[in-house]
């Protein structure tokens, strides 16, 4: 069974930087595709970015390319979100999840494990 942790939430600036964790415990994440998630309050949960398994190039989607980067630790225990420049709309609880299988993209409804999240707040 794989277990997810998320760390490194917390107050940060408008234009600044961040580094969320997602631990794995269990089970070393190689094998999955990891994605990045988010919710802002009251709005619907959100992909971030992508990473598939085995790789180490991730994906983005557009409101985020080129401000954050998903990627994955040597150890194949950890995958991280840096977030650069970040912006009052990147506010809210991220989440890392976990997919099995030979898929390569996440969609949130075909992932198989989820962390409980870490609150990112932006303001100055």
């Known amino acids: 069974q794989l277990q997810l942790v998320e760390s490194g939430g917390g107050l940060v600036q408008p234009g600044g930087s961040l580094r969320l964790s997602c631990a794995a415990s269990g089970r070393t994440l190689d094998y999955f595709a990891i994605g990045w998630f988010r919710q802002a309050p009251g709005k619907a949960r959100e992909g971030v970015s992508c990473i598939s398994r085995f790789s180490t190039i991730g994906n983005s989607e557009d409101s985020v390319k080129g401000r954050f980067t998903i990627s994955r630790d040597g150890t194949k225990k950890a995958v991280y979100l840096q977030m650069s420049d970040v912006a009052p709309e990147d506010a809210g609880v991220y989440y890392c999840?976990?997919?099995?299988?030979?898929?390569?993209?996440?969609?949130?409804?075909?992932?198989?494990?989820w962390g409980k999240g870490t609150l990112v707040t932006v303001s100055s």
């Open positions: 999840a976990a997919r099995a299988g030979p898929e390569s993209n996440c969609p949130s409804g075909d992932m198989d494990y």
